[in-house]
């Protein structure tokens, strides 16, 4: 049974870092790795993709040098380091695996087979 378990959500100020991990279990061998993000009030939204083929990223236009991905490939281990991290960025992320073929887009969150049940960021202003 696939699973995949998020930590390293919490309270910051505004310009502070945090470390998100997606731990994952199970016989899985997926094609991509992402990241998605609810803001309170808003819809499910992506923030960040891994190809594990070849390990091309994608990032949202909102994110795009301040968040970075990295993979511990032996435990199929998913990071997303959360730089200058603003107020806008608050909310519930989400860790998501599609399993091959992946069709569409990387942020459409319909195209992912397994999610977390999601871990909690807030930045205070």
């Known amino acids: 049974q696939v699973q995949l378990v998020e930590s390293g959500g919490g309270l910051v100020q505004t310009g502070g870092s945090l470390r998100l991990s997606c731990a994952t279990s199970g016989s899985t061998h997926p094609s991509i790795m992402a990241w998605f993000r609810q803001p309170p009030g808003k819809e499910r939204e992506g923030v960040a993709a891994?190809?594990?083929?070849?390990?091309?990223?994608h990032f949202a236009d909102s994110v795009k040098g301040r968040f970075t991905l990295s993979r511990d490939y032996a435990t199929n281990t998913l990071y997303l380091l959360m730089t200058n991290l603003k107020p806008e960025d608050t909310g519930k992320y989400y860790c998501?695996?599609?399993?091959?073929?992946?069709?569409?887009?990387?942020?459409?969150?319909?195209?992912?087979?397994?999610w977390g049940r999601g871990t909690q960021v807030t930045v205070s202003s």
């Open positions: 891994i190809w594990t083929g070849n390990d091309i990223s």
């Open positions: 998501a695996i599609d399993l091959p073929p992946h069709g569409g887009n990387w942020d459409d969150p319909l195209e992912y087979d397994y």
